[in-house]
């Protein structure tokens, strides 16, 4: 019976200790992008991508009204080639096609890749401060609703947005 007894006090002392240790947790979310959108180095970065991206779309438009003059020039003379020039001028139209094609893939995944690289340092010093704060306020979770809308977050939630903006000289 002193067992159980025992047992029963050692309840009763250590399920309210670890009830208020429960309560103590802090829960925060961020909005990651918006964060992003308002560091000055993301607005030199997608500059640079948006100068790239043009140059390749540049690049992709001349390709392309050059296989259109091509074309057109094969429509309409057609009819007066021999079937060996008809087949070279059909076999160096479908190249030409498959160039472009390959430009445009290249072109998206080199778009992609410079994106990554130029974003990667930005998002690191972002997380760094984000991490700090966290750590700074005692938060246990930071959740980030850019990356999906939750389903549900509490009043009891902290927005650390304006906390990190502070950490990183943000307005």
């Known amino acids: 019976m002193q067992i159980h007894i025992r047992l029963l006090l050692c309840a009763v002392l250590i399920l309210p200790a670890a009830l208020a240790q429960g309560q103590t947790k802090k829960f925060a979310h961020i909005n990651s992008q918006e964060l992003l959108s308002k560091m000055p180095d993301s607005d030199s970065a997608q500059a640079k991508i948006e100068n790239l991206q043009k140059t390749y779309e540049t690049q992709y438009e001349q390709m392309t009204v050059e296989l259109n003059k091509k074309y057109?020039?094969?429509?309409?003379?057609?009819?007066?080639?021999?079937?060996?020039?008809?087949?070279?001028?059909?076999?160096?139209?479908?190249?030409?096609?498959q160039r472009i094609q390959q430009f445009e893939s290249v072109a998206s995944q080199e778009l992609q890749t410079q994106r990554t690289e130029l974003m990667r340092p930005i998002i690191e010093k972002a997380n760094k401060a984000i991490k700090e704060v966290a750590e700074d306020?005692?938060?246990?979770?930071?959740?980030?609703?850019?990356?999906?809308?939750?389903?549900?977050?509490?009043?009891?939630?902290?927005d650390i947005l304006p906390l990190v903006k502070v950490k990183l000289g943000l307005q």
């Open 72 to 97: 057109e020039d094969y429509l309409q003379n057609r009819n007066t080639y021999t079937d060996l020039i008809r087949q070279t001028k059909e076999a160096e139209l479908q190249e030409m096609q």
């Open 137 to 158: 306020n005692g938060f246990i979770y930071v959740f980030d609703v850019s990356q999906g809308n939750p389903i549900y977050y509490s009043e009891e939630s902290t």
